[in-house]
């Protein structure tokens, strides 16, 4: 398994130190578990339904109340009256087509008719000794049920040893208050029984009624094991669904982070970061970024080791130089020798103490512009003081710099400071290749998106195989005549990067006008004055 990416400072450790503490222990779960855990939330809600089907269940006890106190009356209502003859007639009807067992008790509290026992009962509870496996599970849920939702506990039907009214408590209440009277009790399988009391005309006696409610118990059982089976399907589809997206976006980001891994640790150089082809969505925008990222990163680090060794060589021959000369002078009588070789000591000073500088700046440069805040400025305007302040100080060489751009501002976004410096070299490089008294060009232009700057010399011209070597570190193919050692090959290539960084271009072409000698081209993106 790979290491963690958190070690030695990594992410996670910048992610613990920016985030609330009160997420820490949300993040430190993994990908996979916080899928699963926000596609399982909402059917634990819809699971937690078959509970809620208690309210259900009471309803309908509440409705069967109202219709067992109206049975119980309206048969009451027949019964008073009546002969006995008719009564029991009544008993054994009304038992058979309401399914209900019907008992008349008189004055006394005595048993003297029970539809039961004048015909075939209407119903029979059930033997729980011969339940099944499905119809435990059922009664134990529904224990479990009644649990949760704190339900007010049920007594228990049992049938009275007595055949009096006396062991009936609603049938006591309804002969003392003279009003029907209900009650509920439990079938030890759950179904519920529900008794009604009545008084029968105005002698005492008093008709019991019992029902026993299945219905009520099949209804909900049925209710509940619909919607179990219906959170069980979305249960076992919602895993499987979050198992295939974890995969889909856990594997490819742990692949990604291993390989990212083994860049850092500096193993396996040669790694490839998958770029994910297939992928079209962020995973592969992600893979795609990091593998770019990755070979930006190598890329650089390879330009950095390039360029410690073209460092090393550049110095290692003015230090050749200047140690030669220094190692000669203690030979040396002749003044005239001495002095020429003083010269070249000097000389060496100088092109080290020039060269260490450029080496800084480009070491640095672009450091710096990462950090930079970009301003608006006018490139018209900044070019214009180069050129005249260049003149005052008569650095040209005799050169004569001429100057074309458009009526207006050419507006663009950059570090003042660095832009001049590019537009420096431009003109270093153009009077270096420019013959005596000759003119370099400049001209700026302005279209929809860009701003560019292009410096014409008369030289020789620029190859056009060697268009782009101009712009590698240390890079010097200096013209005819000039002395050795005053450029450090770094001008145009630290040029380019300053203008790459205000996301330009600098690029060698070909002369406007078809003339001989080279021309540089800087391009900078536009922006549009600001109107006050």
């Known amino acids: 398994m790979a290491e963690p990416y958190s070690q030695n400072g990594d992410l996670a450790a910048l992610s613990a130190d920016t985030d609330p503490v009160r997420f820490n222990w949300f993040r430190s779960i993994s990908l996979t578990a916080r899928i699963l855990a926000v596609n399982l939330l909402p059917l634990a809600f819809l699971g937690g339904g078959i509970f809620y089907l208690d309210g259900y269940r009471a309803q309908l006890l509440d409705e069967r109340y109202k219709l067992a106190r109206i049975e119980a009356q309206i048969t009451a209502e027949a019964l008073a009256g009546a002969t006995r003859e008719r009564q029991e007639a009544l008993l054994i009807q009304i038992g058979k087509e309401q399914k209900m067992r019907l008992r008349m008790f008189d004055a006394e509290g005595n048993l003297w008719a029970d539809s039961f026992a004048l015909d075939e009962p209407s119903f029979s509870f059930a033997d729980t000794s011969r339940d099944d496996w499905s119809q435990k599970f059922a009664q134990t849920l529904d224990k479990i049920v009644d649990t949760v939702v704190s339900a007010e506990p049920v007594p228990d039907y049992i049938e009275p040893e007595s055949d009096t ?14 009003v029907s009277q209900i009650e509920l009790r439990d079938w030890p399988d759950g179904t519920p029984v529900i008794t009604a009391a009545a008084p029968v005309g105005l002698i005492g006696a008093t008709l019991l009624t019992t029902r026993n409610a299945v219905d009520i118990t099949e209804a909900v059982r049925s209710a509940r094991s619909t ?27 742990r692949t990604l982070s291993k390989a990212a891994i083994r860049v850092r640790l500096g193993r396996e150089r040669g790694v490839e970061v998958p770029r994910l082809p297939d992928r079209h969505d962020e995973i592969g925008l992600l893979a795609r970024a990091v593998s770019d990222m990755t070979e930006a990163l190598r890329e650089r680090i390879d330009a950095v080791e390039h360029f410690a060794a073209d460092v090393a060589h550049e110095i290692k021959n003015p230090l050749a130089s200047l140690r030669s000369a220094i190692e000669s002078l203690a030979r040396v009588d002749d003044p005239e020798l001495r002095k020429q070789l003083t010269d070249i000591a000097s000389h060496d000073v100088r092109r080290l103490d020039r060269l260490i500088t450029e080496i800084a700046d480009a070491s640095r440069i672009d450091a710096e512009l990462s950090r930079a805040t970009f301003e608006e400025m006018d490139l018209t305007a900044i070019t214009k003081a180069i050129i005249d302040r260049r003149a005052y100080r008569s650095v040209n060489d005799e050169r004569r710099v001429e100057l074309s751009h458009p009526i207006g501002k050419a507006m663009v976004r950059g570090v003042p400071e660095r832009l001049e410096r590019v537009i420096e070299n431009l003109l270093d490089n153009a009077v270096s290749f420019s013959p005596p008294s000759g003119v370099i060009s400049a001209a700026i232009s302005v279209d929809d998106t860009c701003v560019s700057l292009t410096v014409s010399d008369q030289g020789q011209g620029i190859p056009a195989d060697a268009r782009e070597k101009i712009f590698t570190r240390f890079h ?57």
């Open 165 to 178: 009214a006396d062991a009936w408590p609603e049938l006591v209440r309804a002969r003392e208050e003279g």
């Open 227 to 253: 919607l179990g089976i219906a959170v069980l399907l979305a249960l076992t589809g919602s895993i499987l669904l979050s198992l295939y997206m974890a995969r889909t976006i856990v594997g490819p980001l």
């Open 476 to 532: 010097s193919d200096r013209p005819d005549g000039e002395d050795f050692g005053n450029h450090s090959g770094l001008g145009l290539a630290i040029a380019r990067t300053i203008a790459d960084a205000h996301d330009g271009t600098l690029t060698a072409i070909d002369r406007p006008d078809g003339q001989d000698g080279a021309c540089l081209l800087l391009r900078l993106p536009r922006i549009s004055p600001r109107v006050f």
